[in-house]
C-alpha cells in the first residue's frame, strides 16, 4: 500500500515539470499567434479604428475602457484584445493602470454574481472538477495565498475562475487584492505588445529608437512573466497537494 502511494506521488511529481513546460510553450504559442497576427491580418485598421474611437473620448476613454472590461468578465468575453487596445491608446504606464482597474473591477463583480446570483449555475460548472476541488480545499486554509498563486498561475481559465471563486470561502477582501496583484504581470505583457504592436504599425509617430526600446522591454517583461508563472505554478502545486 505504501509502494502504491509512493509510486503515485513520484508519478504526479513527475508530470508536473511537463506541465509547467507545456503551459510556458502554450503562453509562447499564444504570444507568437498575436504577433503574427500583427503581420499577417489587418490588424493595423482595427487597433487604428479601437485606439481612435478610445482616443476621441478623450477624459472618457479610460473610463469606458474600465466599464468595457467589467462588461467583458461578466459575460465571459476575453479581454485580452480590450488589453491590447489599452496598450495602443494609453500607453504601457496608463494603460496598465486601467486593464488594472478594470479587469480588477471585472473580476469582483463576476465573483459577487457567482457568490450570490447565479451559484447554482456556477456549481454545476465545476462538478467533478477535480482539480477545482482541491483549490477549493486549499482555500479553505490559506484564501489570499491560493487566490494570489492561481492569477498568477492559471489553473482555469480567468473568466469561469472568477464565478469560480464565488463558491468557496475566500473573503471579498482577500479575493480582490489577491487578485489585483495576481494580474499584474500579465496585465502588464499584453498592454505591452498592444504598445508594441502600435510603434510596428505607426513607426512615423515613434521614433526607432522607441520602437526598438518597446519591443526589447516586451521579451524582458514576457520573460519575467515565464518565470514567475512557473514558480508560482510549483508553489500552487505544493499547496493543493497538502
Not at 482595427?46 to 467589467?70: C, M, T
Not at 473591477?105 to 465573483?111: C, I, Q
Not at 498592454?191 to 519591443?215: C, D, F
Amino acid at each position: 500500500m505504501t509502494t502504491t502511494t509512493t509510486d503515485a506521488a513520484e508519478t504526479q511529481d513527475a508530470g508536473r515539470p511537463a506541465g509547467g513546460r507545456r503551459r510556458v510553450l502554450a503562453l509562447l504559442v499564444v504570444l507568437a499567434a498575436l504577433v503574427a497576427a500583427v503581420v499577417w491580418l489587418p490588424v493595423d485598421a482595427w487597433l487604428r479604428a479601437a485606439v481612435d474611437w478610445i482616443e476621441g473620448l478623450g477624459w472618457w476613454g479610460p473610463v469606458a475602457l474600465v466599464g468595457l472590461y467589467v462588461l467583458a468578465c461578466v459575460f465571459l468575453v476575453p479581454g485580452s484584445v480590450i488589453t491590447l487596445g489599452a496598450g495602443a491608446a494609453f500607453g504601457v504606464v496608463e494603460g496598465s493602470i486601467t486593464v488594472s482597474i478594470g479587469a480588477t473591477l471585472g473580476a469582483t463583480a463576476a465573483f459577487l454574481v457567482g457568490r450570490h446570483l447565479a451559484r447554482g449555475l456556477v456549481e454545476r460548472r465545476v462538478a467533478g472538477n477535480e482539480r477545482f476541488a482541491a483549490v477549493d480545499r486549499a482555500v479553505g486554509r490559506e484564501g489570499f495565498k491560493i487566490v494570489l498563486l492561481t492569477r498568477l498561475s492559471p489553473v482555469f481559465p480567468f473568466n469561469v475562475l472568477n464565478y469560480a471563486y464565488g463558491l468557496t470561502s475566500v473573503r471579498v477582501r482577500d479575493y480582490v487584492l489577491a487578485s489585483w496583484l495576481g494580474m499584474i504581470p500579465g496585465t502588464i505583457l499584453y498592454v505591452w505588445l498592444g504598445a508594441a504592436a502600435k510603434s510596428a504599425i505607426a513607426p512615423e509617430e515613434a521614433g526607432t529608437g522607441q520602437v526598438v526600446l518597446k519591443w526589447v522591454g516586451l521579451a524582458a517583461t514576457l520573460l519575467v512573466t515565464v518565470y514567475v508563472t512557473k514558480v508560482a505554478r510549483r508553489a500552487l502545486d505544493e499547496e493543493v497537494a497538502t
